[in-house]
């Protein structure tokens, strides 16, 4: 049916575009293989004609769903094909422009075609790394004149916007009553006018503003002069303000117009103590704003759990009540100001953060003790004081929690045996610069191999220990991990003066069978043979990490390529951070690559003087 010669000798004249066209209508068969070739010999028909025809062939819909697995370049490809394309394209290919990314070296900026498919149907832009303001206001203006008048979200990533007055001005004209989302990331100002940015957008529901690293920006509310204006801010549920900012007088006037704020952040990971340490502002708080879900206050380090804790947050439940709290303190802001609202919200609260800012210090064991946390789900302690009674009695007021993080300092005790006993739901256990203690008063536990063969015998869901420098991590501790069987993700930073021996530790290893291991990071110095060899044997390993945080990482050469080549089929990924290899003369890639088969290996050190060894099986 399909004569080939026909259209190698005819075909010849047709541009590919509608070459392409012509032979996808005839392998559809939406128009008879003979009126094609009629066409084709016909020279009085236009290369326009013969595009024409793929288009008209199929109804609307089908030709948006033929462009929907195209991308803008191949849009503005088509549209070279004919004047007939050019008009019609932009019409077919809408949602394919739906979001633009503009950059100053953006090779669209002057294209007439790309002129041609922008405008009321753009829902999102983003100016990335714009290191001129004028560059970046003329985008903004382009797109004013070419109808983007409609955009619902606005992203600007390492953009520079030193001139806020000229900035509102060009964003005033740009930005409309359907824009709902504002993001600045990685932000270069000095002077930054929050209250007239979110004043810009009636119906904006989430602002976000992170300044880059290298600059501190003063927070300001109104650019120009004369009072605030009285705007209420009805439809913000988040506001991100990752810096320091004055409360009383740039934050509590816009939070007084934000009745229905579902997730407030301020302070930053660099921000440092703010004006207002009172706790009064916190009692205020949720009567301008009572649907308040989610707060993070000077959150400094703990920023880092915000992405993991979003990711279970439901911003569409319907839920009354202070879910996620994050806090860090800061002089004269700590538990005695903090600690009401805490306790007041326990019932609801399901992550929990708490941290502290340099030499600040306070006492929190009151605060813990009173907080009763039953729908508790996540538990963050960094840095700051509490006695070892006051952990235990918080632990166990809170028999939902999932994940109990606490990283302390030479002074922080816990008794282990109580709080493992007391979370029954536990699944992640991370500790760091913990004093550990086993003795229950009401059992016979004594020690760390009594207190998990218990926990294994009652059905224990611990998927993920990380234990770092934590004090007596002893023969026995190793050891004991090992009958934790649903364990998955085991982290180990041994202390720079270890309590194991190289025996107990070998021991660790070929124990560490009985377990669902899939992947182990170990801090160490020195990992012996005997060590090597049983980690590469475990039936479940999928990645194994090493590294020695103080010195370089010793591993005997000879025995990390018998281990490497007897590993077992699951092992796929191994690195080796700071490698220096015993036994040999040869670098330690050049050893590898030599004497270790089926894996892919390279140094992703970019010092001369140390290896970062990374090897991946080459099958995947």
Known sequence: MHDRSFRRSQMFRLTPWAQLSLQALSFLN????????????????????????????????????????????????????????????????????????????????????????????????EFDHFATEQKLHRAMERLTNYGCTRIQCFRFNHCVTQDQAKFLASFKRLASYSTTRLEFINHSVNHFGLFSILSTCPQLHHFSFTPSEYHKPQISNYIGSGALPHILFKNLASLYIDTEIDIQIHLIPILRRCPNLRHLAYGGRNGGPFPDSSGEFLDKLFSWCPNLAYLETNPGCLMSYRDAWKDHFDPHNDGTGLRTFIARGAVGYGPYQIGPCLIRNAHTLE?????????????????????????LRSLILRGIYYNKSAITTMLSQCPVLEELVLIGNDQTRLNITKALKSLPRLKLLSLGDVHLDYVDGDDMISGPVQLFQHLESRGTGITEIRLQSVYDMTDDLLLALTYLSPLKHLTLDFAPDPSHSDSGLCQFADMLRRTAVESLELVIRRLPKDALLSLASLPHLRNLEASCSIDSLWINAEALAKALNRRTASLKRVLLKDLMLAGTDDEAIDFLQREVCGYSITNQSKSEYFCDILLQTING
């Open 351 to 375: 992550f929990l953060g708490l941290g502290k800012y340099f030499h600040c210090n306070g006492d929190w064991s009151s605060t813990l003790r009173e907080f009763h946390g039953t729908r």
């Open 30 to 125: 939406l128009i008879p293989l003979q009126n094609i070739q009629n066409m084709v010999a016909d020279p009085t028909i236009s290369n326009d004609r013969h595009a024409g025809l793929f288009l008209d062939a199929f109804p609307f819909e089908i030709a948006v769903k033929i462009f929907s697995f195209t991308n803008q370049r191949d849009c503005l490809s088509c549209m070279a094909v004919c004047r007939r394309w050019y008009f019609t394209v932009p019409l077919y290919s809408r949602d394919v422009w739906a979001e633009l990314r503009l950059s100053e070296s953006n090779v669209h900026k002057n294209n007439r075609r790309w002129e041609q498919c922008v405008g009321k149907h753009v829902k999102t832009v």
